[in-house]
């Protein structure tokens, strides 16, 4: 492997954006070879690259093959590798990958279920979960109680939280049942904490169920059960590398693997 950009190298094994570590080297953080890193540094295979004086695993700042699975999340498990409270996290269901490691794109909160992205590429989980992307996520929304047309206009239009304003870029009813529950499919472009139930909340009605169904281009694929995940093929991948201004690929579709 011939020498590449520093803050490519660092960005792919899931340090940070480019333009996070661009900001950490010239802040001093990061040294190669025991020398402080400056703009432009290119690294050689083997080169020892400490962030805040602690080592980057060598295996990690090799190029692995680039892979994104779409997992079906239940409520129950926590995006996280490891839970101080024993919690079962999505990790443990995920197939092994040589040589690198599985970087979630986004979070779901415990109580969330549905479509969780995770890829072996931590250039592309940063700029997937970057503001500057817009990048949307769709939610099927179950609500407790009634909600009327005002209550509509305000979640479109915009509500202020306690840190700042929200509201969803579309928000459409999907069913309504006749215990007093409605569905709405809703659709964020930001990806703040709890923000879906939180701008519910605001109008005081409450969430009873929540499930992510698509991020970005990418909707939860038919028939895929809890606990399942299926593996993206070249054109899925190549429509998320677009998204956010990567190269698409230019190798034969890959078979979805279902697990």
């Known amino acids: 492997m011939s020498s590449e950009k520093l803050q490519k190298v660092l960005a792919r094994a899931g340090i940070g954006s480019r333009r996070e570590l661009e900001r950490w080297i010239a802040d001093g953080r990061i040294r190669v070879d025991g020398q402080k890193a400056t703009l432009g540094d290119r690294v050689e295979p083997g080169a020892r690259i400490d962030v805040d004086g602690r080592p980057v695993k060598t295996t990690s700042l ?23 409270e024993g919690r079962r996290t999505v990790f443990t269901r995920l197939p092994r990958v040589k040589g690198a ?10 109580n969330t279920a549905g479509l969780l992205l995770l890829t072996t590429d931590g250039e592309l989980a940063n700029r997937l979960m970057h503001p500057s992307y817009e990048i949307a996520r769709e939610y099927a929304v179950r609500v407790y109680g009634r909600v009327d047309d005002a209550t509509r206009q305000r979640l479109t239009q915009g509500v202020d939280l ?33 923000l879906v139930r939180r701008l519910w909340e605001s109008q005081d009605l409450q969430v009873s169920r929540l499930m992510r169904v698509q991020y970005g281009p990418i909707e939860m694929p038919s028939g895929l059960r809890e606990g399942q995940f299926d593996e993206l093929d070249a054109s899925q991948m190549n429509m998320l590398l677009e998204a956010v201004g990567l190269k698409p690929e230019a190798t034969q579709p890959r078979r979805p693997r279902r697990r």
């Open 62 to 84: 090799e190029a692995p093959d680039r892979r994104v699975i779409a997992y079906h999340k239940p409520t129950g498990e926590v995006v996280t590798r490891a839970d101080p």
């Open 101 to 110: 490691r599985w970087i979630a794109i986004g979070r779901l909160d415990i």
């Open 162 to 194: 306690e840190d700042g304003r929200a509201a969803f870029d579309a928000l459409v009813s999907i069913d309504i049942d006749r215990a007093a529950n409605e569905w709405y499919r809703v659709r964020l472009r930001e990806g703040r904490n709890r």
